[in-house]
């Protein structure tokens, strides 16, 4: 499989809560610290990338956050103007009045138009070279596939037109490994596992983009081994525990509870993960991202999921 | 954490009130925080405890929790939790439970056939490919049709109770605004201005701007499509506002009421609050909020992280002093073990310590708050569902 940092075009998506822009943030700065100029795009203009990347707020317009590092919020109605200045050369702009509600309309009446525009850019950045590289902080699981395919439901459903003759590069670009690849964020957790098996099944299904990768969130350490969890559960029997809790001035109960706790909740995750290593294509490779057990957000989480990142990427 | 108020009977941390209540719950938040469990155990214990015909209403349940509640086939049918599966886990039920999963194609398809003026249309309009498209993947549709779907179950009264879990949606205001966007969508002007030239039959697109860009961009034929469909549609607009409208009275009811679920996990939580806010600005009935997977208060102990400490610090002193007493322990064992166990305490002490701020920070008490714990295992049979609905009952 291509190298994820040597692709052009990455869509990062994920369950909502698994850490899905948090990741597209760590791999943009990975990329962007590592000599690629790296463009991280977020697709609902939330302001979450800004907020984790602690700068202020992005626009349309790409703005350099950091060294090889800029940043954009998509916008669907500025994206159908620069896509009309490029592509009509006629002064459309001023004279089609309510660009926003009409293009509301339209895309409520035909999904699919809004998603390729989105794509559209994002390819059209790619197509430019304008970057190294791209990273699209994309919608969750439930919507990405109906944006990585709107480009070939467009190219169903509109049979001439513009916007049909656009959809055959962009269709290029997509389905082009060595320049794209989705990559699915998950935590090792029930729901979350069971969504990316599923989108992992529909992407080859039902679009042309390459999972190039799964990134598993908040993995937990492992507490014991096989010999010194009998230990454990020794130390957890009532006279045991007294005597530990007595040299160590104090009640040991909570802290042999808590370990329990870590210990089951470790576990479960592991047969979750077990589910999803057998339940990918084993081709796909798999990303380990630490639980991190810290009180800070923000750019500095980043920084370390980047760290983590890098060590999983053998760089 | 609970909040507690003498005058408040609902502020003793349990849903109870508002399940005997409410005719209608609607279960909501960010996805990935256990929103459907929540609704499905908050049903059942409903069901079990309160007595009656109580009904949850589901959307994407993971495939063990659906097999669960007996839901493996796809459709929209209701269908009845057997008696079995509650004695099976240990409760006699004072009601019946109902379960039903929400099919957004099969829903538009009666909703069509409802509300279209004659046969031929409504065959016209399921035919139409914009139709198939939108009913299928339409963003918004799947958020309006749960409302729809909830107020055509909830207008033929055979349930004393439906608990709603709501689609996981791009924006938590979705599905809110959902049957307001609807109406707005069918009584817009832009509608019928963007059909005019089809419906008169001049096809005179060039005769403005919008249209020649339109036409450029999509290609006549595309827009005669849509044009075909909203002609279509229009034969039923008035039914279809009507609705619109008719739902969303029903979610501003006083027997409708809204439970926020949550994670203590920042950007859970900080979309959770917005949601409470949202209900707020919109004048819903905010009934509860459900923090689920809430690390145990003992975590939290100063003197639990004094000892933690001086077990990870002194791991090889006490290993020693205490291997004497284990049967088979090898002292370095031992010691690793201790160590491990105190630094994994102070670890989820951090995480603990930095949930309960959050928590304490939360905005807006509503009527109940309930935390349910984290569970050793994940919830995906009748029995884990009690456990988590004797939690959110108050037990």
Not at chain 1, 207 to 233: Q, W, Y
Not at chain 2, 257 to 269: G, Q
């Amino acid at each position: 499989m291509i190298p994820l940092l040597d692709r052009r075009l990455l869509f990062v998506t994920g369950k909502g809560g698994v850490g899905k822009t948090t990741v597209a943030a760590a791999l943009a700065l990975f990329a962007s610290e590592h000599g690629r100029r790296t463009l991280v795009c977020e697709s609902d203009a939330r302001g979450d990338i800004a907020a984790y990347l602690e700068t202020g707020p992005t626009g349309f317009h790409a703005r350099e956050l950091l060294p090889d590092l800029w940043a954009m919020s998509m916008d669907t109605e500025a994206a159908l103007r620069e896509y009309l200045r490029l592509n009509l050369r006629i002064p459309v702009i001023g004279r089609i009045g309510p660009l926003a509600k009409a293009l509301d309309f339209v895309a409520t009446a035909a999904p699919g138009v809004r998603e390729v525009l989105i794509v559209g850019k994002l390819c059209y950045e790619v197509r430019e070279r304008h970057y190294d590289l791209v990273v699209v902080d994309a919608p969750a699981t439930g919507h990405i596939v109906g944006q990585l395919s709107a480009p070939q439901s467009i190219n169903e459903l509109v049979k001439v037109g513009l916007i049909r003759s656009q959809t055959d590069w962009m269709l290029d670009i997509l389905s082009d490994p060595a320049r794209t690849g989705l990559v699915v964020v998950t935590t090792p957790e029930e729901m979350p596992v069971n969504e990316t098996m599923e989108l992992a099944a529909r992407v080859g299904e039902e679009t042309t983009v390459e999972l190039a990768s799964v990134v598993v969130n908040r993995v937990l350490p492992e507490l014991f081994g096989r010999t010194e969890e009998e230990i454990f559960e020794q130390l957890c029997r009532k006279e045991l525990t007294a005597e530990l809790g007595r040299l160590a001035g104090g009640d040991a109960g909570a802290l042999l509870e808590a370990a329990r706790l870590a210990v089951t909740l470790r576990r479960t995750r592991a047969g979750h993960l077990e589910r999803l290593r057998a339940g990918i294509d084993a081709k796909v490779p798999m990303l380990y991202l630490p639980f991190l057990f810290t009180r800070f957000h923000g750019l500095r989480t980043i920084r370390q999921v980047a760290h983590s990142l890098g060590e999983e990427l053998g760089s | 954490m609970v909040r507690h108020s003498p005058h408040d009977p609902y502020r003793n941390g349990s849903l109870s009130g508002l399940l005997a209540s409410r005719e209608i719950v609607v279960v909501c938040g960010p996805g990935g925080v256990g929103k459907t469990t929540t609704a499905a155990a908050a049903a059942a214990v409903a069901a079990a405890r309160l007595g009656g015909k109580v009904l949850v209403l589901t959307v994407d349940p993971a495939r063990r929790l659906a097999d669960a509640l007996g839901l493996q086939g796809i459709g929209n049918r209701e269908r009845r939790v057997p008696e079995s599966a509650f004695t099976d886990a240990g409760v006699k039920p004072m009601g019946e439970l109902y379960a039903a999963m929400l099919d957004t194609k099969e829903s538009w398809d009666t909703l069509i056939s409802h509300h279209a003026p004659d046969a031929r249309t409504r065959d016209e309009i399921l035919a139409n490919p914009l139709y198939r498209n939108i009913s299928g993947r339409f963003v918004q549709s799947h958020d309006y049709i749960a409302m729809e779907r909830l107020f055509e179950i909830h207008a033929e009264g055979t349930y004393d109770l439906i608990v709603v879990d709501t689609p996981p949606t791009r924006n938590a205001l979705d599905f809110l605004d959902a049957p307001e966007r609807m109406a707005d969508f069918f009584s817009s002007r832009l509608l019928r201005w963007l059909i005019v030239p089809y419906r008169s039959r001049i096809v005179n697109v060039a005769s403005k701007p919008f249209y020649q860009v339109a036409d450029r961009i999509l290609g006549t034929q595309f827009l005669s499509d849509i044009a075909e469909f909203f002609i279509l549609f229009q034969s039923m607009y008035h039914g279809f506002v009507e609705r619109a409208r008719s739902v969303q009275r029903l979610l501003a009811d006083r027997r409708t009421s809204f439970i926020v679920v949550s994670t203590l996990e920042v950007v859970p939580l900080r979309e959770g609050e917005f949601f409470a806010k949202a209900l707020a600005d919109r004048e819903l009935h905010l009934g509860a909020i459900v923090l689920n997977k809430v690390l145990p208060g003992y975590l939290r102990d100063p003197m639990g992280a004094t000892i933690a400490a001086r077990l990870r610090d002194a791991a090889g002193q006490l290993a020693d002093q205490l291997c004497s007493r284990m049967e088979g322990a090898d002292v370095a064992q031992v010691e690793r073990v201790l160590a491990e166990v105190g630094s994994s305490y102070l670890d989820y002490r951090v995480v603990a310590q930095r949930e309960a701020e959050q928590q304490s920070e939360l905005a807006g008490p509503p009527e109940a708050f309930v935390s349910v714990p984290y569970f050793d295992t994940d919830v995906y049979d009748l029995e884990g569902l009690f456990r988590l609905g004797a939690r959110l009952w108050g037990d």
